[in-house]
């Protein structure tokens, strides 16, 4: 039997940036929630829609845990689910390059709504870059 082919993408996992782990502070996990809640206001109207399920409160409470804890928050994320894992996680997701640009501006839109500071914001977004581009299992022929 085959083995499915996965595309690695070739920078590999994102960096750490010690200032990521201090946003939590700095917003708190109210604010963080609000945010990811908006993330996903965003997705059924997304053309990448297919990939979530209709009722999107389990994604939304997933989510907002996880970052809640990679923005230096509790551990809410590991203590329900186990290691993060995200990229194997994803992979059932044929995640290439095009759908990673739609899953961004979505969360692109719900920054700019969003009420944080330009600072929190920039590096909260380079985050997000970095680790949507780990999450690419799929080659495409965008750039």
Known sequence: MNQPEFYTPPLGPPSPNPK?????????EAKIRE???SFYSKIPSSE???MFPEN??????KSADFLVQALGGPAYYVQKYGPP???ARHLPFPIDEKA???WL???????????????????LWKFLEDFSA??????????
């Open 20 to 28: 990521l782990h201090t946003l939590f502070q700095t917003l708190g």
């Open 35 to 37: 945010l990811v809640a």
């Open 48 to 50: 990448i829609a297919w």
């Open 56 to 61: 999107l409160e389990e994604s939304i409470s």
């Open 85 to 87: 894992r995200m990229r």
């Open 100 to 102: 990673r640009r739609v």
């Open 105 to 123: 501006s979505c969360y692109r839109k719900s920054i700019k709504e969003w009420e944080a500071g330009e600072e929190e914001k920039e590096i």
């Open 134 to 143: 780990w999450m690419v299992n799929k080659a495409s022929s965008i750039d």
